[in-house]
């Protein structure tokens, strides 16, 4: 088959350029003593002295590392044990109930964490309701210990994810075993499928640790009525601290979190490897039958219930309540005060309507260019045998290891920086680019799934009766991997749309989206113009992920 090396050789470095540049910057930034468009900056570790000394940074580094372990503590058995309930038993209403389960991953987490408030905040909806029954409320939502259990509850999805795709391809050869053996549900559980699927669950682990080092909006809403910083929040605030554009001091702050970030990301890679290796030989006689709960059946379905109820009901409704009642607290009857006037408010502004017009474009037209950028990187390396696609592989990682807040900021100074961009700087493009090269790792292996059910055998006797490369890649390849690309602009759709910190640093007076507009409204008080926004987001949303499960996608593919 004809090919073009230098084609491929440019997407390669074309792709390292964008992803290692705004890294390149950022390092650069945290050993001068100013900012960088300052002619007086020079070279200096000063600005690492500043923080390291800084209370508020070790402050910052331990609750971190606490909310990342705690989380972790808790989203990986109760994730590993959700995925052998709904993979391996009989488990009721679990054909439905799978795209409930990843509600999470597809909703803000601000959005979610201002629900949270609404409904169960000190004046929340159900906090009033409960008070006259319980006498003092006996749960502070601003505690460390509310944050920890509500981060880890909200990414149990992600653990449910990698651990439910590895029990499908364990066959139940083992299982069926140790039922003959009469093993109960729960010690088939512990001693045989999680063991099979351990790899996944470790890679889940490794996971969550990481995206505990970088959460930012959670602890960012629910963090600041008590004073408490993570490493994400300290770098939003930083500049308070100087009253002045301290980029050198965030650009330390960014390499301390990266540092940190780009070791769980490697160590991710590993044990995704490992756990590739982890196939069990299906038995000619086994069938999946289910797993028969017994007892246990009803009590497991409502643990399930429950977990949907705190991590997904909850927060929704609170936060929808919200945005129909004109005021809300102590002794407010709600049908009293029910209103439409904060989604009026939001039709009337025109910077809302501008976010929603802009986080609309962005997920469908920035979604549709991403996955053509995805899909020339995805056939780049399509049975290409080089070091150059090994390099391209791991390039395509790099990004996961910058947590949104921070590529955003990055990806300003890269506008800032490079005066061919300059003029670029500020508009939708500079927020499309730095969205799709955050979500690299996850566009690309979506696009690499779908060349994967690619059979070699068409593509070689398109080739062998005088197809170049390119009428293979047209009339051969793509065709085939259409609707797996529609797949992919639609899950794209929807993680562009709920985005929210990498727009932070970026959106200026006409590039608002949906998403750093919430933050910015939430830091001026404005909970109404907020509550309606977020209930537009999560619709905005759910209308995406419904076209796609209509469409037979699978998201938790």
């Known amino acids: 088959m004809k090919s073009f090396p230098w084609i491929r050789v440019a997407v390669v470095v074309v792709t390292a350029v964008a992803i290692l540049t705004p890294l390149a910057i950022i390092l650069y930034q945290s050993l001068l003593d100013g900012p960088f468009f300052m002619a007086a900056s020079r070279g200096s570790l000063e600005a690492f002295r500043f923080v390291f000394v800084d ?48 509600v999470p ?31 003092e409320t006996p749960w502070n939502l601003y505690s460390m210990a509310s944050i920890i259990t509500i981060a880890g509850l909200t990414h149990i999805p992600y653990v449910y994810l990698y651990a439910s795709s590895a029990l499908r391809s364990v066959g139940p050869d083992l299982e069926e075993a140790a039922r003959t053996a009469g093993a109960g549900p729960l010690r088939v559980a ?25 959460l930012f909006g959670l602890p960012l809403v629910l963090g600041d009525p008590e004073g408490r910083l993570v490493l994400a929040t300290y770098l939003y605030k930083l500049t308070n601290k100087l009253g002045v554009p301290s980029y050198h001091l965030m650009a330390v702050v960014a390499v301390v979190i990266v540092a ?20 069990t030989m299906r038995g000619k006689g086994m069938s999946d039958r289910p797993l028969p709960l017994g007892p246990w059946r009803w009590p497991a379905a409502a643990l399930m219930a429950a977990w949907l109820l705190a991590t997904v009901v909850l927060p929704l409704v609170g936060i929808t309540l919200r945005s129909f009642v004109s005021t809300w607290g102590e002794g407010v009857r709600l049908s009293e005060v029910l209103t439409l006037d904060h989604f009026r408010e939001v039709f009337d502004d025109g910077r809302a309507m501008r976010a929603i017009a802009n986080s609309v474009g962005i997920a469908i037209v920035g979604g549709a260019l991403a996955v053509a950028v995805y899909t020339v990187i995805g056939l780049t390396s399509h049975r290409w045998k080089s070091r150059l696609t090994r390099a391209l592989d791991y390039l395509v990682m790099v990004p996961r290891g910058m947590p949104g807040l921070i590529a955003g900021l990055a990806f300003l100074w890269v506008f800032l920086f490079v005066k061919p961009l ?3 700087g500020g508009t939708l493009f500079s927020v499309w680019l730095a969205y799709t090269v955050v979500w690299f790792a996850y566009g690309n292996r979506i696009v690499s ?34 609707f797996g690309l529609v797949g992919a602009w639609l899950l794209i759709f929807a993680i562009f749309m709920r985005e929210y910190s990498i727009g932070v640093y ?33 619709l905005l949303v759910a209308a995406g992920l419904g076209v796609a499960l209509r469409l037979g996608v699978r998201l938790n593919a």
Do not use: C
């Open 190 to 214: 512990i001693d045989v499928s999680l063991p099979l699927v351990r790899p996944a669950i470790l890679y889940s682990g490794v996971l969550i640790l990481f995206l505990g080092f970088e």
């Open 105 to 135: 991953i597809f909703v803000s987490p601000v959005v979610l964490s201002l629900g949270y408030i609404v409904a169960v905040g000190p004046v929340g909806f159900i906090t009033i309701w409960a008070r006259p029954f319980l006498g």
């Open 422 to 424: 300059r003029p670029l």
């Open 449 to 482: 799934s779908a060349l994967m059910q690619v059979g070699p055998e068409l593509e070689e006797a398109a080739s062998t009766i005088g197809a170049s490369r390119g009428q293979v890649i047209r009339h051969v390849t793509l065709p085939l991997i259409r």
């Open 506 to 538: 970026l959106y200026g007076p006409d590039t608002e989206v949906i998403g750093s507009l919430i933050v910015s409204l939430w830091g001026a008080g404005s909970m109404d113009l907020v509550a309606a926004l977020s209930v537009i987001n999560v």
């Open 55 to 102: 209370p508020d940074f070790h402050r910052a580094l331990g609750t971190t590392a606490a909310l990342a372990a705690g989380m972790t503590a808790i989203a990986v058995p109760l994730g590993s044990l959700l995925a052998f309930l709904m993979i391996r038993t009989d488990l009721p209403g679990r054909n439905w109930l799978e795209p409930l389960l990843l």
């Open 260 to 279: 940190i970030s780009f070791p769980l990301v490697w160590m991710q890679r590993k044990l995704l490897g490992q756990a590739n290796r982890f196939v």
